[in-house]
């Protein structure tokens, strides 16, 4: 059974540029420890190297896009694209983990600055 949390208890909020950038940032560093672990490893954890390399230039162009004060909503656009690809290609396993990396760096960044 799964419990319904009211909609207010999440509202949602828009982070400032700073926090956004603190956000942003540690998520890449993240991201890159756990690419780099997962590369030097073989067999399944090639995927999750694939997974999180996929996400790197992404976080990399957004940082860039938050320093720039560029607008973010079309991000979302990017994010439907990227989400009809993942229901073409849900057979390729290196694909699949491509395309669910960069969906989880759109879906977060949309979501922590209210354009979701």
Same mark, same amino acid.
């Given at each position: 059974?799964? =419990? /319904? $949390? =009211?909609?207010?208890?999440?509202? *949602? *909020? %828009?982070? +400032?540029?700073?926090?956004?950038l603190v956000f942003l940032?540690?998520? #890449?560093?993240?991201? +890159? #420890? $756990?690419?780099?672990?997962?590369?030097?490893?073989?067999g399944p954890a090639r995927? %999750? =190297?694939?997974? /999180?390399? =996929?996400?790197?230039?992404?976080?990399? #162009?957004?940082?860039?896009?938050?320093?720039?004060?560029?607008?973010?909503? !079309?991000?979302?656009?990017?994010? $439907?694209?990227?989400?009809?690809? @993942?229901?073409?290609?849900? #057979? *390729?396993?290196? !694909? /699949?983990?491509?395309?669910?990396?960069?969906?989880?760096? @759109?879906?977060?960044?949309?979501?922590? %600055?209210?354009?979701?």
């Open positions: 059974m799964y =419990a /319904f $949390i =009211a909609e207010e208890a999440y509202a *949602q *909020q %828009t982070a +400032s540029t700073k926090q956004l940032r540690k998520r #890449r560093d993240g991201a +890159s #420890r $756990i690419h780099t672990q997962a590369d030097r490893k073989s995927l %999750t =190297a694939k997974h /999180f390399s =996929a996400k790197l230039p992404l976080y990399d #162009r957004i940082i860039k896009m938050v320093e720039k004060d560029e607008d973010l909503k !079309k991000l979302k656009k990017e994010y $439907i694209s990227v989400l009809n690809q @993942l229901r073409k290609n849900v #057979r *390729q396993p290196k !694909k /699949f983990q491509e395309l669910t990396g960069k969906l989880e760096v @759109l879906g977060e960044i949309l979501i922590e %600055t209210g354009n979701m």
